[in-house]
């Protein structure tokens, strides 16, 4: 099994729970931050509008993408499946991240903790920023783990007790 196709089986699993029956505002703040995300890929807008949808549908009903996606990205964009596929769960990550941070204002939580996977795995050199921690509100000069495309560190809740 390819590491994107464990993405979208962990990525459905985390939504096996209808999260956005229970806080339908989610789904808005999902499809906005997929739907702004820069995309710096060389191909048509079509071509990246048609995966932004398809990353709006995966992320809201936790699916996998659909081979026709895949397919065109390849033939258009990446030379192999495996990296249209992991293209694809890097747009993604821009809305579960963005819901991560959503559902965390809910609870009043106001900072997290940078966590970097450190490169070749993340496209940034985000490695000075692993276990800094930023307020929810400014992030790193307004970034936020997973919110660069190629970026994938991720936020980790301050929780105080």
């Known amino acids: 099994m390819s590491h994107s196709r464990e993405f979208f089986d962990l990525q459905r699993a985390s939504l096996a729970v209808d999260i956005f029956s229970s806080e339908p505002d989610l789904r808005d703040v999902a499809i ?10 060389n191909c048509s807008n079509a071509l990246i509008e048609a995966a932004r949808a398809q990353a709006i549908r995966c992320v809201l009903s936790g699916s996998s993408p ?7 990205l390849r033939l258009h964009v990446f030379d192999r499946k495996r990296d249209a596929l992991h293209a694809m769960a890097k747009v993604c990550t821009f809305g579960t991240s963005a819901i991560d941070r959503a559902r965390w204002r809910k609870l009043d939580i106001s ?13 940034f050199d985000h490695d000075a920023l692993d276990g800094l921690v930023f307020s929810l ?3 790193f000069s307004g970034n936020f ?5 190629g970026c994938r560190c991720w936020g980790a809740p301050v929780i105080v007790f």
């Open 32 to 41: 906005e931050a997929i739907s702004t995300a820069a995309i710096p890929w």
């Open 66 to 72: 659909s081979n026709e996606i895949i397919d065109q």
């Open 111 to 123: 900072e997290f903790t940078w966590m970097s996977i450190g490169k070749p795995l993340c496209d």
């Open 137 to 139: 509100g400014d992030g």
């Open 145 to 149: 783990p997973g919110r660069q495309y």
